[in-house]
């Protein structure tokens, strides 16, 4: 399959883009500073590199093309201080993702999404922003096969289990390793059991 990963170059994104390709798809990898990628990624024959803004529709729609599916691990970057932009970059982001995905007839989409429903007046700007991904996609997302993986804390471990659920029903946790993430994303690539439905998703 060839897949169009979407925040390659974090932390999450690089173990989705090494997985893919161990999993044999092909990876189209999106960024602005493709860079970054660790290099013996970029010397793939599996991984085609393209450069570019999630601002920029054409670029975008030049990077969809053949693409089966989208792999998104797009996140405000917390790590970065207690600073966030304001006015939901990344909802603004998927809109524009979303549009022209139904433009050049691709129509599965995995996205990282947050437990959480609604806003609330506690919220940092960087919850409200993943919170209104979720939103902007179920809004506007009416023709694409959906996935929004909801995930509560993410570690650096190595144990790639996971379990699948709902907040509350005495199976799922407050916690995930990223490379369980990532684990989640390709089963549901391959078996979509989790469409138009934001599960949760946390460590056993």
Partial sequence: ????????????????????????HT??????????????????PQILIRKGQLTDAESLSDALQSV?????????????????????PLAHAYSLIIRVMKERGV????????PSYQRSPRQIQSDHDIVAIGETICREGDTLDWTIARVPLLNNGSDASFVVGYVGDGRTTTCLT??????????????????KARPLVTSP
Avoid: C
């Fill in 1 to 24: 399959m060839r897949v169009l990963i979407l925040g390659a170059t974090g932390g999450i994104g690089v173990l989705l883009v090494e997985r893919a390709v161990a999993d044999g």
């Fill in 68 to 88: 089966d599916a989208v792999l998104s691990a797009l996140g405000p970057a917390v790590s970065r201080g207690p600073f966030h932009p304001k006015g939901e």
């Fill in 107 to 114: 129509t599965r989409l995995i996205a990282l999404g947050t």
């Fill in 178 to 195: 990223r490379i369980a993430f990532v684990a989640f994303v390709l089963r549901e690539l391959a078996e979509r059991e989790w469409v």
């Fill in 27 to 44: 990876v189209v990898v999106y960024a602005r500073s493709p860079e970054k990628l660790p290099q013996n990624l970029r010397d793939s």
